[in-house]
């Protein structure tokens, strides 16, 4: 997840050096976050998928993508890595 990744609504006390991320709009609305997601999921023994394992594997990375990020191009605001 590299856009629409924000770091807002945290205390802002004397040891904050970090700086608020405003969200969509602001003057700075994103903030590269780096985080790994892992994945797996099995099949029932015996149990061919109707469309193929191929098939069925890709259609099961597509979701986890755009669940998880959104649209390649707007993506999904989220205001921490806490909320994604």
């Known amino acids: 997840k590299t856009t629409q990744s924000g770091f807002s609504g945290f205390i802002v006390d004397e040891y904050t050096n970090l700086q608020p991320v405003g969200g969509p709009g602001s003057k700075n609305p994103d903030r590269i976050m780096?985080?790994?997601?892992?994945?797996?999921?099995e099949y029932r023994d015996g149990v061919m998928p109707a469309n193929g394992f191929k098939?069925?594997?890709?259609?099961?990375?597509?979701?986890?993508f755009d669940v998880w990020?959104?649209?390649?191009?707007t993506g999904i605001y989220s205001k921490s890595?806490?909320?994604t």
């Open 55 to 64: 098939v069925t594997n890709a259609d099961i990375m597509q979701t986890l």
């Open 34 to 41: 780096c985080t790994e997601l892992s994945a797996s999921w």
């Open 69 to 73: 990020g959104g649209d390649p191009q």
């Open 81 to 83: 890595v806490q909320q």
